[in-house]
């Protein structure tokens, strides 16, 4: 019996089966994934990966990023430190928060794999489109869990998965290595099972936040 990935529940069916990719949906807390047989390989991954042009000096990526870097400055403590998991081979938003005087630790899988960066904790912590890259969902959440400090502050950018009759058209979906797709609901399960406070304060923004015991 299929497990979901995000909250490891077991009311799993088939939801679609789009060009020999079978989708499956968790009625616990709503998230769209693939199967697990079907994920990409790591080679699959990176060289898809290596296509992404996310400069920092492209004004067109900058403003794309800009929803959320202003709201994250707008709360921020001065020089508060923080990474960004997951950041690819441009390092834009990082760039920018740096630039904001922020500190900002990079890490990536695949082009920044400096694992001991995953061992210390942080005023913040961003996912810039990464979370529907997640093989294992839950438990890199846990990881995140971890390492955000009492009263720190997990920013997200993903596409929200909204219109079931969409799907099979939808071009998020058609990125081979997006495996994963987050609904509200489904961050808000997320969001209890590790004692978060969500908010999205824009669109396709979830900002969650360590609550201080």
Same mark, same amino acid.
Request: aromatic share 10%; proline share 6%; net charge neutral.
């Given at each position: 019996?299929?497990?979901?990935?995000?909250?490891?529940?077991?009311?799993?069916?088939?939801?679609?089966s789009v060009g020999g990719r079978d989708y499956?949906?968790?009625?616990?807390?709503?998230?769209?994934?693939?199967?697990? %047989?079907?994920?990409?390989?790591?080679?699959?991954?990176?060289? %898809?990966?290596?296509?992404?042009?996310?400069?920092?000096?492209?004004?067109?990526?900058?403003?794309?990023?800009?929803?959320?870097?202003?709201?994250?400055?707008?709360?921020?403590?001065?020089?508060?430190?923080?990474?960004?998991?997951?950041?690819?081979?441009?390092?834009?938003?990082?760039?920018?928060?740096?630039?904001?005087?922020?500190?900002?630790?990079?890490?990536?899988?695949?082009? %920044?794999?400096?694992?001991?960066?995953?061992?210390?904790?942080?005023?913040?912590?961003?996912?810039?489109?990464?979370?529907?890259?997640?093989?294992?969902?839950?438990?890199?959440?846990?990881?995140?869990?971890?390492?955000?400090?009492?009263?720190?502050?997990?920013? !997200?950018?993903?596409?929200?998965?909204?219109?079931?009759t969409r799907f099979a058209r939808w071009n998020y979906r058609r990125d081979p290595?997006?495996?994963?797709?987050?609904?509200?609901?489904?961050?808000?399960?997320?969001?209890?099972?590790?004692?978060? !406070?969500?908010? !999205?304060?824009?669109?396709?923004?979830?900002?969650?936040?360590?609550?201080?015991?």
């Amino acid at each position: 019996m299929a497990t979901c990935p995000v909250c490891e529940g077991r009311a799993v069916r088939l939801f679609a089966s789009v060009g020999g990719r079978d989708y499956l949906r968790c009625a616990e807390c709503t998230a769209t994934f693939l199967q697990q %047989e079907q994920l990409p390989t790591p080679e699959r991954e990176f060289a %898809e990966y290596r296509l992404h042009q996310n400069r920092v000096d492209d004004p067109g990526y900058r403003a794309f990023l800009e929803p959320l870097a202003s709201r994250m400055l707008s709360r921020l403590a001065p020089g508060s430190s923080g990474i960004d998991y997951g950041c690819g081979s441009g390092h834009a938003l990082a760039t920018m928060l740096r630039q904001a005087g922020h500190h900002v630790t990079l890490y990536d899988p695949f082009f %920044e794999p400096h694992r001991e960066a995953l061992d210390a904790r942080y005023d913040f912590i961003t996912c810039t489109e990464v979370v529907e890259h997640f093989h294992q969902p839950a438990r890199e959440f846990a990881r995140l869990a971890r390492m955000l400090k009492p009263g720190g502050l997990l920013a !997200i950018q993903t596409r929200l998965q909204t219109d079931d009759t969409r799907f099979a058209r939808w071009n998020y979906r058609r990125d081979p290595t997006h495996v994963v797709f987050y609904r509200e609901e489904t961050f808000l399960t997320i969001a209890r099972r590790h004692d978060w !406070i969500m908010e !999205i304060p824009a669109r396709n923004l979830v900002f969650l936040t360590q609550e201080e015991k």
